[in-house]
């Protein structure tokens, strides 16, 4: 798994130096992997070196069996072989979405290295032991704040958070907090992955990632 790190703020000139860098030198076939999770671990890092707040931000959108779409920010967890990993709650909007649709797309914007990747596929359960795992790696706070939370539900107020959550601290007291049963990750596996790249005069670089029947990977170019 690609573990994502948090960071610092770099400084604003040192940011747009570095946005004109990418831009002059542009994207092409022949500077991209032929592995767009590999391409996209290079472009993570590149993020994480320029001290960028949260670059595993990303914005995951789903749709009802119906087609009607909702969209909300979440944070990468990690990317392998499979695809791109995310954490939430089974009862959440987005996993009822994602039950009744597994299609899902992905944005990740890094507006300060003028950049943009947009991943598109389909989403399936991680298991069991696996989220455990992750689960066990989150602050107590977090953990204790997953089974404290009816996510999406409708609530009359904060309180009744604050209290479950004492509740749930109570219970778990000096011992180690279980995995939800209701909680758990997702891996989006891609069949469309596209790098953009800013450049001068909105003549942008677009070269998107097509997965073929045989799983081999074609590259095409797009107009900006």
Request: aromatic share 10%; glycine share 6%.
């Amino acid at each position: 798994m690609y573990n994502f790190l948090k960071t610092n703020i770099m400084d604003k000139d040192a940011i747009e130096d570095l946005k004109n860098h990418y831009s002059q030198i542009g994207l092409n076939k022949t500077n991209l992997d032929p592995d767009p999770l590999n391409q996209f671990k290079s472009w993570f890092k590149d993020a994480v070196n320029a001290n960028l707040f949260e670059p595993g931000a990303t914005c995951l959108s789903t749709a009802t069996k119906e087609g009607q779409p909702s969209a909300r920010t979440v944070l990468l967890k990690g990317v392998d072989k499979r695809g791109f990993l995310f954490f939430s709650n089974y009862e959440s909007r987005k996993a009822q979405e994602l039950g009744q649709n597994p299609r899902a797309a992905l944005v990740v914007a890094w507006i300060e290295l003028g950049r943009q990747i947009c991943i598109s596929g389909k989403v399936s359960r991680i298991s069991k032991d696996e989220s455990t795992k992750y689960f066990h790696t989150r602050p107590i706070g977090s953990q204790l704040s997953a089974w404290a939370s009816p996510q999406s539900k409708v609530i009359n107020n904060r309180h009744i958070l604050e209290k479950q959550r004492l509740k749930i601290e109570k219970k778990f007291h000096g011992g180690k907090i279980p995995l939800p049963p209701f909680w758990g990750g997702y891996c989006l596996t891609p069949v469309t992955v596209e790098f953009w790249q800013s450049r001068p005069n909105r003549l942008h670089d677009r070269l998107r990632y097509k997965r073929l029947i045989n799983n081999e990977w074609i590259i095409e170019r797009l107009a900006p």
